[in-house]
């Protein structure tokens, strides 16, 4: 937990840690909600269109499982894509 000074016009500096943990970044939208226990703050990223594909939650899955397979020893390293074409011929 950390603590904050309201300034001027509403100001409030979000601490580094805190902002570092979010990845939080200057610019970034934070949608501000009053909640039961007080107030929450959520950042709010903005993707890309054309980039939002990435983000989906399938495409992710994807992206954990291949980086365990990594992890694990499995798979094929090619030293040209022309090895990769022709081993898709095997």
Do not use: C
């Amino acid at each position: 937990m950390s603590n904050s000074i309201m300034r001027g016009k509403g100001q409030l500096t979000i601490p580094a840690e805190i902002r570092e943990a979010v990845h939080l970044e200057e610019g970034d939208p934070v949608v501000i909600e009053v909640v039961a226990e007080g107030i929450l703050l959520k950042p709010q990223k903005v993707i890309d269109a054309t980039q939002a594909w990435f983000w989906t939650e399938a495409w992710q899955r994807g992206e954990a499982e291949a980086a365990a397979e990594i992890r694990a020893g499995k798979g094929r390293r090619y030293a040209s894509s022309e090895d990769f074409l022709a081993s898709l011929d095997d």
